[in-house]
């Protein structure tokens, strides 16, 4: 579906910006792959790494409206990756938070409009799912923004659809190069920050290909969650260094014990598919009588047992060390 098309990534730059480009050029003929970012040099060195023909790369912050609506002249699909993340920084820089992560959802939206899009994605996180972080809080506002664009638009385009998943393997702020940094300075011992604590855990390729399917799976107003594994914590510790020994240091502020992908309290909206969830939006739209148990490419799902909540501490599907280690390693290549 992406041949001969324009899409556009913002905060393109970024570790799942890259994957994405790399999978759009190998297994489809784009006619532009637009990266926004605010990074100049994070654009150069990209343009070193990707430089065919059909790359574009656009300086540009989601916070500035007028920017964005120039940015997506043209572009039939857009990625929303752009975000500020690191939960530390967003509790003691809250505006800024705001500013990037719900000012620039909706400045995203507005142009989106604007420019007849056909269909956008935005990427959120499990810690939207009943946050208790500002960080959470603001994708959570970010979510409910795209999901409410489709009433916007009734029944003609853009479509807006959100991602939602958990830790990628491997990812920039992650607890695995923090691990692997002390490793290299000499550490003997890993700090845990308690000892049952439990993440959601996937590829960044798997985060790519979920993304690329849910395009031609979605209606408008899903959020789609994939269905992947949990590691324990201390199981991840023990995958990178079996010798060192774990020090509990206690949970950080604005942290889970779990993490959450689908809360109870969306279980009456959930629907099962044989990968993912969909959680089916609260409002109605255009067409009261969506279907969202019958995705666009005819794969059926159906209802959640009532109670039903996907939490990464009673998940069915747990890695063990030595899986925990293999996927770190797929993960590197």
């Known amino acids: 579906m992406f041949d001969g098309q324009s899409i556009l990534i913002t905060g393109g730059t970024g570790s799942f910006g890259k994957r994405y480009t790399k999978t759009l050029l190998e297994r489809y003929k784009p006619k532009k792959i637009i990266i926004l970012s605010r990074d100049e040099l994070k654009q150069f060195e990209m343009q070193q790494e990707f430089n065919d ?27 929303h990756a752009a975000a500020m993340k690191q939960v530390p920084a967003a509790e003691y820089n809250p505006m800024e938070c705001i500013k990037t992560n719900i000012n620039g959802a909706e400045n995203v939206i507005h142009a989106a409009i604007v420019n007849n899009v056909k269909k956008v994605i935005a990427l959120s996180t499990d810690k939207a799912a009943n946050p208790v972080n500002l960080y959470g809080a603001t ?57 049952g604590m439990t993440r959601f855990w996937i590829t960044l390729q798997q985060g790519v290909d979920f993304v ?12 789609f969650v994939p269905k992947i594994p949990s590691v324990r914590i201390t199981d991840l510790a023990t995958a990178i260094a079996p010798e060192a020994t774990q020090d509990e240091i206690g949970i950080r502020p604005g942290e889970k014990l779990h993490e959450k992908m689908v809360p109870r309290d969306d279980a009456n909206r959930t629907f099962e598919f044989d990968d993912h969830y969909v959680i089916a939006p609260a409002i109605s739209f255009h067409d009261e009588n969506i279907n969202y148990a ?40």
């Open 212 to 223: 690329l399917k849910n395009f031609s799976r979605m209606k408008g107003g899903e959020i």
């Open 139 to 195: 994708k959570l506002c970010s979510d409910k923004l795209f999901v409410a664009a489709n009433n916007m638009v009734g029944a003609a385009q853009p479509r807006f659809s959100v991602v939602r998943y958990g830790n990628v393997v491997g990812s920039r702020g992650s607890v695995v190069p923090f691990f692997e940094k002390l490793l290299a300075e000499g550490a003997s011992s890993l700090p845990i920050t308690d000892m």
């Open 53 to 79: 023909e059909c790359m574009r790369y656009f300086i540009g912050d989601v916070r500035d409206k007028e920017r964005m609506v120039q940015a997506m002249n043209g572009v039939d699909y857009v990625i």
């Open 294 to 333: 019958l995705n666009q490419v005819e794969e059926q799902g159906k209802p959640v047992d009532s109670g039903f909540s996907y939490d990464s501490g009673r998940n069915d599907h747990f890695l063990t060390v030595e899986e925990t280690r293999e996927l770190l390693i797929e993960a590197k290549q």
